[in-house]
């Protein structure tokens, strides 16, 4: 018999309570922190040694190498997103946030080209430094000002029992999309390389192409710089780690619990309904199930590999962003150096089939949390779908081989344009796509995926039609992915298991 004032909903609610989260990234995190926030039990499995997923670092030589982020979106406190993140704990009071001027630079022969988060600051300097640019300057700018209001949008499922309804957005924000439309038609059509292609300026051209993966459209750009001038985009304080270890603490402290080393090998679906997960050949029993991996490599999951619409659209659409990162520990302070810098190397730099003509690097001096006093550590990011190129390498016996030259080279190429490194790069590192592919099971390593020009902007649904129980979070959801996506997919997941077993949605309280 129910208790006295205890309803149709509270009764759901004590049918689905043991939830497992297969995927202790971002988005599995998230999912288990929102989840648990909600009143369900939640269990995290992730394969890997440490959590956290692609949002990595790790240690080499006394230097910590960033592996993962680059900069946030979210971390502006008038942002939406902002209040998602300190609702998983990422973000909070006490966590610093740096947002560096310049935000890109181009250093080369003459003044450097440099990219500021102020949208008026970049114009200006940009027109002294090409006024046979003016027009395409000016052009660029004002577009940034019409879409520096568009943050990404945070809603709530209809139908769904929430804590703290969302406020509507006010009429202004109507007037800022419909300013931004045409903007957006635009520069959706091409790449971000062919339009950076209009500055004759080198320096320009090469700032701006840095910005975005290889081969994203140009829509990407724009939204980067208008994040940017809305004062959005900065660095948490020493990045991947302890951003991670913020979300598990909340999750943890919540009462969820997080099993490492603990790969899932199958999700067990009986009579239509996801019951739990298979760990080293034993059973761990759910009333629900979110799928927290790379959704392009799920299919190994499950027995019968799920079939839907959406399914087969994301495969048919998604193309990899891939790279690969080099590493360097150098014995200098390079402080004085921006944060994110472009140069060209004195010799091309090759890597398969891949000619890099130009270098792009983020410099980590400035944050202590890298590198011991008065060293630098600099991650190097050579973008490209190099997967085929490094699983030959690692057949035929030449994996290891190949790392070192691509790293020296690099490192070279650094000691070559920087003075203060020469003979001083101590410790090299090279991550792969099968680095990536290895330790995240990522889909041939890729980490996002292409926003191709022309290419629609998609939600992908956290739920299939016919399979019960089982819900889909992760970077693949809404292209081109990144940690903002993967965060608000695992809030999607959960909102949509709380819809189905009657529960609260426990809204942000930000």
Known sequence: MPRQGEGKHDKKERIMKKIVVIGGGIAGLSAGAYAQKCGFDVTVLESHSVAGGNCAAWRRGGYLFEGGMHWLTGSGEGEALHGCWRHVGALGDGVAVRYDEPFAEYFGEGAPARIYRDADETEARLLELSPADAKEIKNLCANIRKVKSLGMVVSDLRGLRVTKKRRAPPPSALLSFLSAAGVMRVFSKISAKEYASRFSHEGIRE??????????????????????????????????????????????????????????????????????????????????????????????????PPKAAWLDRMRMETEPTACALVSLGISADLSKYPAGFVFKPGRPIRMGSETYNYLSANNYARDPSYSPAGKTAMTLILPGDTHDFWKRAKSEGRYAQEKRALADAVAGAIEERIPEARGRVEVRDVATPLTYERYCGNWKGSWMTRMRPGMRMRVYPPAIKGLGGAYFAGQRMMPPGGLPVALLSARAAVQRLCRDSGATFASEEY
């Open 207 to 304: 700032a701006l192409g840095s910005l975005t993966g290889e081969g994203q459209s140009a829509l990407a750009l724009v939204f980067t710089l208008g994040a940017l001038a809305r004062g959005d985009g900065g660095f948490p304080e020493g990045g991947s780690l302890p951003f991670v270890k913020r979300i598990v603490n909340t999750f943890e402290a919540a009462g969820g619990k997080l099993e490492l080393n603990a790969r899932a090998e199958r999700v067990v679906v009986e009579r239509g309904r996801a019951t739990g997960a298979v760990v080293a050949g034993s059973f761990v029993p759910a009333d629900a199930v979110i799928v927290a991996t790379d959704t392009m490599a799920i299919d190994s999951l499950f027995d019968d």
